[in-house]
């Protein structure tokens, strides 16, 4: 891919920014997927979604900050693309970054009042009030996410200090580095213990969700993974075993859960984690597995935010019949019932059918067993197209265990449990180490505001030290100049008036007659 | 050495002029015309620097203001000169007729005032100084180690040094203090040349005690003393100390130590007798302590440096003792000597500070000669 072809994203989020409208957004996704073709499933794979979502967002978005929500989503956009489509460590740090920053600000897209931005019931449980607001969301996401982009810095900078600046190079990495990528790539993708963020980030407008859960920011973690396998591959059992704990998280808490983008938001987190448990391993079905569940993840995200956008709160009593085959068909993608799903399943251990069920548990659940109302319109038709992408292979295997899914039917109606409902008390602990974290980086400011208030106390310190030495220079020279001569001449004057003279005259006598005395002898 | 045929024409030719000579200008310009003839003759005969020993006698042509002898200080200044080069002669009998105009031609000028009390300074002064002229003369006559000390002991009376002390500050005690100019710096030089010129080799221990008696008693006798002709007396035996004192480390400090001195010593007569401005008689006091950079400071610092290498510390530090206890007298002496528009002092003063600042042109020189 042309390396100027990513200036393309940049430059329609500035015409956008200023237009206030996605028209360049969705020219230039549909450029650089004419562009660029196939040749690159993931670039294929954001390109189209984007182009999708671009589109779905023209009807969608209604928010007061439309220049910005266009900008950032563009810059979102070209973020990802400049993280997947180049191998200098340096762009892929960009991207990288850049991916952090569009999403804290798309998570603000809202403004604070609006029900649409909220997450959480507002009950008070366990000492916090269940309740983010976007800016609560956006701090969550960012302070979490920049733990992650720190530890890549240092993990790409020593890998490119050993192996050079092409990532595609790298040799096996040491394994502090090694630690900090993956540290990096967990964080990103959400997986466990940090899992939360990506919960609160619903305070974004759907479509935002439905591209930051399917081709960019949480997909980055297992791209970056199964991009660097040969560099990472002697250290998989840490991928698998974090992967694996967190898609078992995500599938079980999502099935508790009562809004539905935070079902989405948690069966991401799950799928991320079995891609993140093969990324280094198998990349090449982590690869398929990020393409199926990113074209059913954006298709389920857009046909719930049809539901979102036209009751106009982020618990929609029911979604319209188009908005249903569009669950239905990402659904059945997620199973292997499509080609695209196939093809990833057909790469998958069996053990993954545990998954699938959770999947089919909570989707029918939460989404297809809703009221059917209102009427379709072009944003489930949307929904639809995405969901349809993944016919786009063009064999189909299928294996009939795939259907053990269905056990997942016991799943649907789950009786309540305070503690999954409550994503385990999770976001408890990060509030406990986020204010921990406040708190140190408080004393910390304190710390170093006392260390400048003493540099700063120095000069003033020099000054009374310069004062001091002034005044006892003064001294000095006062009792050399006044006190020392007129004591002197004090003491001389007195001296002068003792009588000794007469002794003197004596002594010179005497001496002088022992002298004649000594001579003449 | 000058051809002392031609001397003696160029000293008599003087003489007859002097002779004929009554007003005081002209009496001044043939005195240092001579004194100038002098100093070419020595700057030839020796060296350059050589001539700069004739500063004090220069300064004597003017740093007596007033008295009806003042018409004389040039030509007692001019024998004394000429006593001064004869001392240098090798000639036993030169030596002992230079030592002779050396000494009594400035003290003559005691009774420059006429007045009783110089009068009878001036007979005291004779009387003592025919005595050393006459040790000397019988030493040089002995000659072997009793002629050796007689000489000694003729230049240690005629400088005043312990025991033969008493007679200082009676002289200067009962004289007017245009009379001293003179005789408190010429015929110390003489003596201290006499020293340089005239050999004796006198034991080393006596002369380090007769040199540290001389500057305690010297500073005793200066620091109880109100009247400042009295100080000035005790400060020459204090000096005489330090001739005596740097005498067996070589004669030359001596003569170096004596010649700073008369410079100072002169100039506070002057002033003594006609107050000059306050700074002259600070600047001639300070000379006379020894501080940097004025004239004085030079041989102290010789005297210091070689006397701590010959002597060792302890004597070091009584010699330092002794400089800092000249400090009170002649703060004393400086701030309360009563100041006016006398022109005389400043010239010693100038002198002092200008020779003393010059130091790094001809100090060389007088270390060669050390």
């Known amino acids: 891919m042309n390396p100027y072809l990513l200036a393309l994203p940049f430059a329609a989020a500035i015409v956008d920014a200023a237009t206030r409208r996605g028209y360049a957004a969705v020219a230039a996704s549909a450029a650089l997927l004419a562009l660029t073709g196939l040749s690159n499933p993931l670039v294929f794979l954001l390109n189209s979604l984007y182009l999708i979502i671009s589109i779905y967002s023209l009807w969608y978005i209604d928010v007061e900050k439309r220049g910005w929500y266009w900008g950032w989503m563009d810059a979102f956009y070209g973020s990802m693309l400049a993280f997947l489509a180049s191998d200098n460590w340096l762009v892929v740090a960009a991207g990288w970054g850049g991916l952090d920053a569009a999403s804290w600000a798309l998570i603000l897209t809202h403004e604070e009042h609006e029900d649409r931005g909220w997450v959480g019931d507002g009950a008070r449980r366990a000492g916090i009030t269940w309740l983010w607001r976007p800016s609560d969301s956006a701090l969550r996401a960012m302070a979490t996410v920049e733990l992650g982009t720190a530890a890549l810095l240092i993990g790409l900078a020593q890998g490119a200090s050993l192996y050079g600046p092409n990532i595609g190079e790298w040799g096996v990495l040491p394994p502090l580095a090694a630690a900090a990528v993956m540290l990096a790539a967990f964080v990103k993708s959400a997986q466990l213990p940090f899992t939360d963020w990506l919960m609160t980030a619903m305070s974004a407008p759907t479509p935002v969700s439905a591209l930051l859960h399917s081709a960019t920011m949480v997909a980055a973690g297992p791209i970056l993974l199964l991009r660097l396998s040969p560099a990472l591959a002697p250290y998989w059992p840490y991928a698998t075993a974090v992967g694996l704990a967190t898609a078992l998280y995500g599938g079980v808490v999502a099935l508790w859960q009562r809004e539905p983008k935070v079902v989405l938001a948690s069966s991401t987190a799950s799928y991320l984690g079995l891609a993140t448990a093969l990324a280094v391993e198998s990349p090449a079905a982590a690869a398929a597995l990020v393409m199926a569940h990113g074209y059913s993840k954006a298709a389920l995200f857009m046909a719930v935010g049809e539901g979102i956008h036209e009751q106009g709160t982020r618990t929609p009593s029911g979604y319209s019949p188009l908005a249903k085959a569009a669950i239905a068909v990402a659904l059945a993608n997620l199973l292997g019932f499509m080609p695209l799903g196939g093809l990833a399943k057909s790469q998958m251990p069996l053990w993954a059918e545990v998954f699938s069920a959770l999947t089919f548990g909570y989707v029918v659940g939460k989404l297809l067993l809703a009221k059917t109302e209102g009427r379709p319109s072009p944003l489930s038709a949307l929904a639809l197209v995405a969901s349809l992408m993944s016919l786009y292979p063009l064999s189909y295997r299928f294996d009939p265990l795939w259907l053990l899914a269905l056990a997942g039917a016991v799943l649907v109606k789950p009786p309540h449990v305070e503690a999954l409902a409550r994503r385990l008390y999770l976001p408890v602990a990060f509030a406990e180490v986020g204010s921990a974290a406040a708190s140190a980086f408080r004393s910390f400011g304190l710390g170093d505001s006392a260390v400048d208030s003493a540099l700063w106390s120095i000069p003033r310190g020099f000054l009374a030290a310069a004062r001091a030495v002034a005044r006892a220079d003064f001294a000095v020279d006062s009792a050399f100049h006044s006190s020392v001569p007129s004591a002197v001449m004090a003491a001389s004057k007195r001296i002068s008036s003792i009588a000794v003279e007469t002794y003197l005259y004596a002594v010179g006598a005497a001496a002088l007659a022992v002298v004649v005395a000594l001579f003449l002898l | 050495m000058i051809e002392p045929a031609f001397v003696e024409y160029v000293a008599s030719a003087y003489l007859v002029a002097r002779a004929f000579t009554r007003k005081y200008d002209w009496a001044v310009a043939i005195d240092a015309a001579f004194l100038a003839f002098a100093g070419w003759a020595l700057a030839t005969a020796a060296s350059p620097g050589a001539a700069l020993l004739l500063l004090p006698y220069a300064l004597g042509l003017f740093l007596v203001p007033r008295g009806a002898l003042r018409n004389y200080a040039g030509f007692a200044s001019a024998m004394a000169a000429v006593g001064a080069v004869l001392m240098a002669e ?240 002649y703060a004393r002496l400086a701030s309360s000597a009563g100041s006016g528009g006398g022109a005389r002092p400043p010239i010693a003063a100038v002198a002092a500070v200008v020779v003393g600042a010059l130091a790094p042109l001809w100090f060389i020189n007088v270390l060669s000669l050390l």
Do not use: C
């Open chain 2, 90 to 329: 090798p000639q036993p009998y030169l030596k002992a007729l230079g030592y002779l105009l050396a000494t009594t031609a400035p003290g003559a000028l005691i009774a420059a005032g006429l007045d009783p009390g110089s009068l009878e300074g001036l007979f005291r002064y004779l009387i003592v100084s025919s005595a050393s002229v006459s040790f000397i003369i019988v030493g040089l006559s002995a000659g072997g180690e009793l002629g050796s000390l007689l000489i000694f002991a003729g230049i240690l009376i005629e400088l005043g040094a312990f025991p033969a002390y008493i007679w200082v500050p009676d002289v200067y005690g009962r004289s007017a203090p245009e009379g001293l100019v003179l005789v408190s710096s010429l015929t110390k030089l003489a003596s201290a040349l006499a020293l340089l010129l005239i050999p004796a080799s006198p034991p080393y221990w006596a002369a380090l005690a007769v040199g540290a008696a001389s500057m305690l008693i010297g500073n005793l006798g200066a620091l109880t003393s109100a009247d400042f002709r009295r100080i000035l007396a005790y400060a020459a035996v204090v000096q005489a100390g330090f001739a005596a004192f740097a005498y067996p480390i070589t004669p030359a400090l001596s003569a170096f130590l004596i010649f700073a001195d008369a410079v100072g010593i002169a100039g506070l007569f002057s002033h003594l007798s006609s107050p000059g401005p306050k700074w002259s008689a600070w600047a001639l006091a300070l000379n006379n302590v020894g501080a940097p950079p004025l004239l004085g400071f030079w041989p102290k610092l010789v005297l210091l440096v070689e006397a701590s290498k010959a002597y060792g510390p302890a004597w070091t530090i009584y010699l330092l003792a002794m400089i800092a206890a000249m400090i009170p007298y």
